[in-house]
Nanobody, 124 residues
């Protein structure tokens, strides 16, 4: 069982930065791929970024160059640093854990564990 707790969301203006954290109480989180997804009202949950146990990272085209995913295995935490925020980045952001193969890590159905979500609002 992997329990995940997100934090760090809030209100930002366009161009601002935010850091999201996804913490687990279990050290076994380090053996999972950690992923960030987001869901805006009326839309499906969409892939944002993922980091494998190897440290390799993967991003959605819409956030590439602006968002950075990282992990601290000692703290069993995955981070999402979001720079140059845009209004279209506003959503509830969810952290997930999976042991899916590489080709499946962008599919939210392949994640067996999720956090409760954290709201990110981007507005001037």
């Amino acid at each position: 069982q992997v329990q995940l707790v997100e934090s760090g969301g809030g209100l930002a203006q366009p161009g601002d930065s935010l850091r999201l954290s996804c913490a687990s109480s279990r050290s076994t989180f380090s053996s999972y791929t950690g992923g960030w997804f987001r869901q805006a009202p009326g839309k499906e949950r969409e892939f944002v970024a993922a980091i494998r146990t190897t440290g390799h990272t993967y991003y959605a085209d819409s956030v590439k160059g602006r968002f950075t995913i990282s992990r601290d295995n000692v703290k069993s935490t995955v981070f999402l640093d979001m720079d140059a925020l845009k209004p279209e980045d506003a959503a509830v952001y969810y952290c997930g854990a999976t042991r899916a193969i590489l080709s499946a890590i962008r599919d939210p159905h392949m994640y067996g564990y999720w956090g409760q979500g954290t709201q990110v609002t981007v507005s001037s």
